[in-house]
Every structure is written in C-alpha cells, then in structure tokens.
C-alpha cells in the first residue's frame, strides 16, 4: 500500500486557507475595531498551524512519497501514524491556542508534535540508509531531519523557564529565536533543498559541488544561528565566526545557484510560464534572505533590524512564504501531484502577488519606521494584501479538491 499523495496534500491546501484566514483575522483586528479573541493568542495559533499544519506536514508528506517508490516492501504505515498525529496536534494547537493562549491543552497538542517529528526523524533516517547513496538529496534530508530534531531543544527550554518561574528576558527572547533559526534555516530550507536536488534528480557524482554545498550549509547553520541574537553582548571571536558563517552561505548558494541555471535551465523551461515564474521569485527571494543575513552582521544594521518590528516581520514572512511556501505550492503542480487548471493558476497568481505586496509594504514600513514616519492606511493597505492571500489560496485549494474531467496539460 502507498500513500496516497493526493489525499495528504489537499489537506495541506486547506491548512494554508486556514493560516491565511487567521491572518486576516490579525490585520482586521490591527486596521479596524474587532474586540473578539486575544490578538496573541491568534498569533501563537496561526505560526504554530503554519508551522506544524502547513509546512511541517507538507514536506513530511513529500518526503515520505520521495521514498515509497525506491524502497522495496516499503512500510508506510508508521508514517501515515505520524501524519495523522501531526495532523491532530496541529487541529488542537489552532483551537485551544485562540481559546486559551500558552496553556495546559494547547502545550500538551505542542509537545505530541515534536515527539511526532523525533519519530519521524527516527524512522526517515533509517529508511533513508536503503537508497542509492550516490542520490544528492538523502544529505540534505537527514540533516533536515536532525534539524527538527534539534530546533525543538528551544521550545523545552521556553518550557523549564515558565515551570521554574524563573524567566530571563534575554534567555527567553534566545530560546524563542534558537526555535526558529533551526525550523527556517534548518528543517524547512534542509527539506525543501532536498526536494529540489530530487526535483531535478540530482547525484552526487554529477557536479562535485551539490555535495560541497550541502556540507558548507551544514557547517554554517549552527553558527549562523548567532545571527539571531546579535542584539546580545558575545565575543568577538564568536561574532567573527558568524560573520564567516554568513558570507559561506552567500558563497555557497551564488554557486550553486550558478550551476544549476547552467546544467538545468533546459529542464525548467518544459514547465509552464507561472511555474518558472513562481521558481524564480523564490530563488530571488532566498538569495535577498541570505544577503540580507550577510549584512546583518554589520552592528548598525543589526541593531536597526531588531529595533523595528516590521523589520523581523517582513524577514520571517520572506522565509515562509516567498521561500518555503512558494516553493511547496511549485513543487506540488510542477511534480504533477496534483492537477493543474486555468483557475488553479489564477490562484496561484494571486497567491504569489500578495506574497510580493506583502513584502513591499512591510518593508516599506519597515524602512518608514528608521525615520520614525508613519506611513498612511498602511494597516488597512496590508489587511487587503491578506485578504488577497486569502483568495488567492482558496482558489487554488477550491480547484485543487474539486473533480475535473480531463487532466489539464501543463
């Protein structure tokens, strides 16, 4: 028996109609009047669904269809278990988060994910030994894998502070940021750079570089974690070698980046004109993301950067939505997992212009915020931007689900 793909992924569609839903429940309560529910509880709910609802049960879906086909006597059932425990715990997680905030319910739902994922990790590094070693994306899962694993040491640290009562600000601010270095710069961009190498079914032997790119990735991903917390008095010989951290991932992604378009660019143009579209976007997105890791290194920069909310606002939506999300929604169509309409790609259009929107006016905000300017309507300008999102998703997801006739070309 194999996993039915199609069945998985349409509930990651509809997990990100709910993310976009929350959000514009954020906006509205931001630009209007709407006294219903606390604003922080939304907010817990809405990054930890889009964390565990959407993106963590996206990429463990692929993976595990990744291998189902090159093992033999594959056992999917333990990973459907844990599909469906993710799943469970993501439902709770949305609902007793709006309803209560950090409380017994919603951290109960909070943990069963993470030992969910350290099952996951388990099982997907065991299988992973089974495939041909030559195959470039096993690296890059088993690290995305370890990631995971590590990224939760951040949340029971959060967790022992709040037992113990005895909450350090800086130490709480610290452990929050470790969380979410190691999910978006070590779970999520691991997963999704080992889909691509299989995406474009990449080996080791063909280019000497995929296997040093994933090396100089690994090594700087623990230091550059650092970058997070700049904001702190630390050494400077610990400042230097984040710095370094910074600039080989620069390095590392410009040349890799180089040598795909060179080898590849053939077989990216069999695909439609959004689809290329949408791959681009996110290949510039992610090159703006580690350039602009690169130049928080600079003091003044940082400071600036961790002084304005609409700053860490505008570089954490970067990363998932015009990074990790963008690159799912490509993956999914691209791959053919599920089918693909005019309408599908309308949504997918409009998905993508919000993404862009959304960026441009926090940033813009962002910039506004040095000067202390405020810049009018621009809470009401980033509801509507959310409610395109939204429509634009729900598009997809309405068409994605819906029974068509004829499998539409691409």
């Known amino acids: ?13 509809i997990n990100l109609c709910i993310v976009a839903f929350l959000g514009v429940v954020m906006r509205y309560k931001i630009g209007f009047e709407f006294p219903y529910f606390n604003q922080k509880n939304i907010l817990h709910s809405h990054s930890h669904f889009a964390f565990s609802g959407w993106i963590t049960h996206t990429l463990m879906t692929l993976m595990v269809y990744y291998l189902q086909d090159k093992i033999t006597n594959f056992q999917i059932h333990k990973y459907k278990t844990i599909l469906i425990v993710n799943l469970i715990c993501s439902y709770g997680m949305l609902i007793f988060f709006v309803l209560q905030g950090y409380a017994m319910i919603s951290i109960f739902f909070s943990t069963t994910s993470i030992l969910a994922s350290y099952a996951f990790g388990y099982f997907y590094i065991k299988d992973l030994k089974k495939l041909d070693s030559d195959l470039a994306a096993i690296n890059w899962f088993q690290a995305a894998a370890i990631f995971n694993i590590i990224s939760s040491f951040g949340t029971f640290y959060l967790a022992y502070m709040m037992a113990s009562k005895n909450v350090i600000q800086d130490l709480y601010l610290s452990s929050i ?35 040093t790119s994933f090396k100089l990735f690994t090594i700087a991903c623990v230091p550059a974690y650092i970058l997070s917390i700049l904001w702190l008095k630390i050494p400077i010989w610990v400042y230097a070698i984040t710095a370094m951290a910074a600039i080989v991932q620069v390095f590392a992604w410009f040349k890799l980046l180089l040598i795909l378009i060179r080898s590849k660019k053939d077989f990216i143009k069999n695909f439609a004109p959004l689809l290329r579209c949408i791959l681009v976007f996110v290949c510039v997105a992610l090159s703006i993301k580690f350039i602009l890791q690169l130049g928080s ?31 799912l929604l490509f993956y999914i169509y691209a791959n053919h997992l599920l089918l693909i309409s005019k309408n599908i790609k ?31 309507y621009v809470n009401e300008l980033l509801f ?14 309405y068409f994605s689900i819906k029974k068509v006739k004829i499998n539409p070309p691409l």
């Open 177 to 211: 940021y470790y969380f979410l270095h190691f999910q978006y710069n070590g779970w999520f961009f691991f997963a999704c750079m080992g889909l691509f190498f299989a995406f474009l079914k990449l080996k080791k032997s063909d280019h000497s570089f995929y296997n």
């Open 384 to 397: 509507f931007v959310a409610l395109l999102l939204l429509f634009g998703i729900g598009l997809t997801t």
């Open 346 to 376: 309308i949504g997918l259009l409009l998905f993508t212009i919000g993404v862009f929107l959304n960026e441009s006016v926090l940033a813009l905000q962002g910039i506004a915020a040095f000067s202390y300017t405020l810049i009018p």
């Open 297 to 327: 290194t600079a003091p003044f920069l940082s400071q600036l950067a961790f002084g304005f909310r609409p700053i860490v606002i505008a570089y954490l939506h970067l990363v998932l939505l015009a990074v990790i999300s963008l690159f």
């Open 1 to 13: 028996m194999k996993l039915d793909i199609k069945f998985w992924l349409k509930f990651s569609l």
